[in-house]
């Protein structure tokens, strides 16, 4: 509101302005007498004019409209020097001598040849007079305030003078240098009720969200916080704790937590009765290795009969291998039933028992001194790999057995059972006998070369020969976590192995 009065006051001082350019743009008579007189005609049709001059650009008056009224020497200098720029509409707005007045001055647009200009006193009282008249609040007043010297910065914000009092004053200048307007208007202070009346709503938006926050917290938030408790206490192992006992009153929380417990106690029933049944598979699987152990010891015990009772060698040398080979699938069924489906089967213990096995076997079967040691790793297998690596074992020393038999010597070897990274291991037999030429090559069609390869693609590698070394390896899984035992072969033997089964069987 200061702004808008300071601007209506530079309004009123440019409506002068443009009654001074209509007048500078009247030929000036040359008779002294006329020119007073239209002066003086045209300062009585001013609002605030006191007095009109003519001045020449020496600073001379040429005519006046009141011989009274004098204009100041240091003024008339400052006019001439309008009417000597080269601006056809120069013009300039001061503060006259003693400051109770303010000078305009319009240069007149005739050219170089007429350098006069036109000038008018406007007093201050007039002004303050005009601005009574300016629209304002009814408690609010205005005063116009002139500096002392100098000029009133224009780009400077309005300045708010007595902050503290209860009607402060803002202090806003005008176009004309050094005339400024201060505007004041009284702050009523607030009464208690329109304190509260103000204050109301916000006491009231705090005080809901207050009840609203005490509310979710007592309904949602503690009884979720204690429905998680009773959760981690169930995923510990705590069966008994209970959803329902920490669901609050709330419906929703309280259907939900029913919900709950009586999936969990499904779930708790169907686990006790996967367990019951994992555990009656478990006594079923080990009966079966039992029973199948038990057979073959029967048939490995008719064998050794069948060969007491045959006086022919060759007959009796035949039970031997066929009575050897059922002892290692006899030894790899004790081992099934005595370890841990779920962890597998220890092939170091497995190994020991088939090499003291075989070490006793060849030397009564084909009548060659057997020497067989055995360093191995502890390591963990599926009963699916096993089965091929006794079988590769058994039928390497024993085929290797008779054809010493045959040639003559003596049958020394080692197995060698090493691990390669978490998931794979090697099993290494050596012996001078396996020097030269492989014995077991994939392109050799007797049963024994049938048997080895097949068992060694049942366990998913290969069966490598060092012919320098004198050695048999096979690279096979196994598992890095005994819990986590995998299969390394499927059910269904893959191809060769039907071959192998067949030639073990035969």
């Not at 209506?8 to 440019?14: A, G, T, Y």
């Not at 239209?38 to 001045?55: H, I, K, N």
């Not at 058994?394 to 998931?423: I, P, S």
């Amino acid at each position: 509101r200061a702004a808008t009065v300071a601007r209506d006051i530079d309004d009123l001082v440019s409506n002068q302005g443009t009654i001074l350019r209509a007048i500078a743009a009247r030929p000036a008579d040359t008779d002294g007498a006329r020119c007073d007189r239209e002066l003086t005609r045209f300062a009585e049709m001013g609002d605030f004019f006191s007095a009109l001059f003519r001045v020449d650009a020496e600073g001379n008056i040429i005519c006046r409209s009141d011989t009274t009224v004098q204009l100041a020497p240091a003024d008339a200098e400052r006019v001439a020097a309008i009417g000597r720029t080269a601006s056809a509409e120069a013009s300039s707005v001061f503060f006259g001598d003693g400051r109770d007045h303010i000078v305009f001055a319009v240069k007149a647009p005739f050219g170089a040849d007429r350098a006069d200009s036109v000038v008018a006193r406007i007093p201050v009282a007039a002004l303050r007079q005009e601005i009574r008249k300016i629209r304002r609040l009814s408690n609010a007043t205005i005063a116009l305030e002139i500096a002392e010297s100098g000029a009133v910065d224009m780009e400077a914000p309005a300045a708010q003078a007595d902050p503290a009092a209860d009607t402060p004053a803002i202090i806003n200048a005008t176009r004309v240098p050094g005339l400024s307007v201060r505007y004041e208007e009284p702050t009523p202070r607030l009464s208690a009720g329109a304190i509260a009346t103000i204050a109301a709503p916000t006491v009231m938006w705090l005080a809901a969200l207050l009840i609203g926050w005490l509310t979710v917290r007592r309904l949602v938030a503690w009884p979720l916080k204690r429905m998680q408790r009773a959760l981690e206490a169930r995923a510990t192992g705590d069966t008994t704790a209970m959803l329902s006992d920490s669901a609050g009153d709330t419906q929703e929380l309280t259907e939900f937590a029913a919900a709950y417990d009586r999936l969990a106690a499904k779930q708790l029933e169907d686990r006790d009765q996967r367990e019951a049944a994992l555990a009656a598979q478990e006594r079923l699987v080990r009966e079966v290795h039992h029973r199948v152990k038990n057979n073959l010891q029967i048939i490995t015990s008719l064998l050794s009969i069948r060969a007491r009772d045959t006086e022919n060698p060759t007959t009796e040398r035949t039970y031997g291998e066929i009575q050897m080979r059922v002892s290692a699938l006899s030894n790899v069924h004790r081992w099934l039933h005595a370890d841990d489906i779920g962890r597998g089967v220890d092939l170091a213990a497995l190994l020991t028992d088939l090499v003291a096995g075989l070490d006793t076997a060849i030397e009564a079967v084909e009548h060659v001194k057997t020497e067989l040691r055995l360093d191995a790793t502890r390591v963990f297998v599926s009963q699916d790999a096993a089965v091929p690596l006794s079988f590769l074992v058994t039928e390497v020393f024993a085929a290797h057995g008779a054809e010493l038999r045959r040639a003559g010597g003596e049958l020394k070897g080692t197995v060698t059972l090493t691990r390669e990274d978490e998931t794979s291991a090697r099993l290494q037999l050596q012996s001078d006998s396996f020097r030269g030429d492989d014995t077991f090559a994939a392109t050799d069609r007797s049963a024994s070369a049938r048997i080895i390869n097949g068992m060694a693609r049942q366990l998913r590698g290969k069966l490598i020969h060092d012919s320098e070394a004198g050695s048999y390896a096979v690279i096979f899984a196994i598992a890095s976590d005994p819990s986590t035992v995998q299969p390394v072969a499927s059910a269904k033997p893959v191809d060769g192995a039907k071959d192998a089964m067949a030639a073990q069987a035969a």
